[in-house]
Structures are given as C-alpha cells and as structure tokens.
C-alpha cells in the first residue's frame, strides 16, 4: 500500500470484504473455515489424547476451556439435570467462533471469517433448531409452543396481543439478532483497524511534518482498538454460545 | 469524504446503546461493591443486558450499510 500525496485518501468500505478468490472459486474466508474446524479438531484431539491424572500444559488449557463452558455457561443456563446434553455442542460452538474471531487479529491471515454474514447464518440456523429441538423433546410439539408463545398467569383478553408478540421474539427474531450481533461486531472491527491502518499510511506518507505526527497518533489508536478487538472477539464467542445455552435452557424449562 | 444520511442515522442511533450500557455497568459496579461474593453471576447477567443493548446500534450498523 504505497499512497502517493497526491492521491485522495479512499476510506475503505464494505468493499473490503470482497476478496478475489485464491483458485477457483475458493476465497481465503472458506480456507479459514476450514482451517479452523482443522484446528479446533487438532488442539482438542492433542490435549485430550494424554489425560493424565496430573495435566500437562496443553491439556490444563483444554480443560479450562472446557470447564469454563460446562460450568459456567452451560450448568448455569440450562440447569444441572440436562445440561451435559448439550455440552458437546455448546463446546465446539464457542472453539469454532474464538478461533474464526481471533484470525482478525493474526498477522498475514487478518480476516475474521465471521465478517461474511454467509458464514454465520447456518450457525445460527443450527442453534436455532437445537433449541426448538429440544423444547419440542421435552415438551412435545404443541406443548413446545405452548410454552414459548403462551405466558402463564395473563388474562385471556391480553393473550391475542401477547401470543404473536412472545412468537416474534422467542421464535422469529432470535436467529436474526444472534447472526446480526456476531456479524456487525466483527465487520465494525475489522473496518476499524483497516481504517486506521490505512489512514495512518497515508498521514505519514503525505508530506506533511504535522500530519504525520498525527498519522503516528492514527497508527497507536489502531493498536489500542486492537486491543479492544481482542477483548470484543472473545465476548462475542462468549455472549453467542451463553445465549444459545439460555434458549436452550428457557425451552426446557418446567412450566411454572 | 462523502456520505449520506444513513451515517448520521448512525450515529444518532449510537446515543441510546451507550447510555444503557454505561447503566447497566454502572449497575454491574454498585452491585459487585456491595456484594463481592455474587460477582459471577452478576457478570454473566451484565453481558446479557450489555449485549441485548448493543443489538440495537449492530442491527443499524448492517442495516445502514446495506441500504
């Protein structure tokens, strides 16, 4: 990225996200994908394959990671009678988004797959039809819907407003918002960075003494929003997998 | 520099998540100083209301870009 002075400075916009494909039609987000289902996959294998009685390093990391989504994710939102039937699942969710998340911030790969919202829609879809699966397990089909539509302990006349109201956002909107979250945050994020890297280069290489001294400042707001990004990717794992742990847990919950 | 009135609508729509969420971590605070030993659970819910309030500005955010 070499700008001459006499160029205008092109902010980069949603174009950004439009890479050439590498072969093919294979782009680098696919390769990514792929790379981190290799890796999640590779690391888990690697730190359980020992389980010894006295952890090793790799596997004390693992099983942090691991305890950390049993317990404190799952345990607490589904509650301690069912929660181990999803685990696995909440478990490889939560690996699968900090590792595609994370890749933002590694030099040379620098594209977090999740800012393509393609990628993130089937996962959503997926969580979706987990937690709809399992309230219609424990409840039956109408009794699933019953519960999530029908709140008890409401007047008869306020239920033909309330009825389509809990519809919309316990079944209809909860894929949107959960896709959305994860896509905005990561599209935000990595246009941010991209804004004050090629920001900065262009202050600096524009002649100018002052505005380099303010390409400099541009180039240190870039890291510290780095360290933002760091801090957000791992909520947004973190909040992706609590919130389809608390749906779950809402969907099997005893009616009171 | 160009733009449209998508990235004002933006902006103004940024107002509303940053005043509930500066709330809830305000009432994160208070609740942790009082009562350090219920400092998890509160955590967990705090994120909750900070992410359902973040939601709000994200949806903007895809929808200004797109339209």
Same mark, same amino acid.
Do not use: C
């Given at each position: ?6 160029? #205008?400075? =092109? ?6 996200? #439009? ?11 696919m390769v990514l994908l792929t790379l981190s289902a290799v890796i999640v996959i590779g690391v888990m294998h ?15 990391? @693992? ?7 049993? /317990?404190? =994710?799952?345990?607490? /939102? ?7 039937? !999803? ?22 790969? +620098? ?9 993130? =829609?089937? $996962? ?8 709809? @699966?399992a309230g219609m397990w424990r409840h039956g089909a109408l009794g699933y819907f019953k519960h999530a539509t ?19 956002? /316990? ?28 920001? @900065? ?6 002649? /100018? ?23 957000? $990717? !791992?909520? +947004? ?10 749906? =779950? ?8 | ?23 809830? *971590? ?23 209301? *900070? ?5 709000? *500005? ?6 200004? *870009?797109?339209?």
């Amino acid at each position: 990225m070499s700008v001459t002075a006499a160029e #205008e400075f =092109i902010a980069p916009g949603p174009g950004l996200f #439009e890479l050439p494909p590498i072969v093919w039609e294979i782009t680098k987000p696919m390769v990514l994908l792929t790379l981190s289902a290799v890796i999640v996959i590779g690391v888990m294998h690697l730190a359980s394959r020992q389980a010894a009685v006295v952890p090793g390093r790799l596997q004390f990391a @693992g099983e942090q990671a691991y305890d950390f989504v049993r /317990n404190s =994710i799952a345990r607490d /939102n589904i509650g301690a009678d069912h929660y181990m039937k !999803f685990v696995p699942y909440l478990f490889g969710l939560f690996m699968f988004i900090i590792i595609n998340n994370y890749y933002g911030i590694v030099p040379l790969l +620098q594209f977090p797959t999740f800012s393509r919202i393609g990628y993130i =829609i089937p $996962m959503a879809l997926v969580s979706w039809l987990v937690f709809i @699966g399992a309230g219609m397990w424990r409840h039956g089909a109408l009794g699933y819907f019953k519960h999530a539509t029908v709140p008890s302990g409401v007047p008869p006349w306020i239920l033909v407003l309330l009825v389509p109201l809990e519809f919309l956002s /316990n079944i209809v909107v909860r894929p949107f918002t959960l896709t959305l979250r994860l896509f905005g945050n990561m599209f935000a994020g990595h246009l941010l960075l991209a804004l004050f890297a090629t920001g @900065g280069a262009y202050l600096l290489t524009s002649g /100018n003494v002052l505005y380099a001294a303010t390409g400099v400042l541009a180039f240190v707001m870039g890291v510290l929003v780095g360290f933002l990004e760091i801090i957000v $990717m !791992f909520l +947004q794992a973190y909040v992706f997998t609590l919130l389809s742990a608390m749906y =779950i847990g809402e969907a099997i919950a005893e009616d009171h | 520099m160009d733009g449209n009135l998508n990235l004002i609508g933006l902006g103004l729509s940024a107002i509303g998540p940053g005043v509930a969420i500066g709330l809830i *971590f305000a009432a994160l605070i208070s609740g942790i100083a009082r009562q350090p030993e219920a400092a998890n659970v509160l955590f967990g819910r705090a994120i909750l209301g *900070f992410v359902l309030a973040e939601a709000l *500005f994200i949806i903007t955010l895809a929808i200004a *870009f797109v339209l």
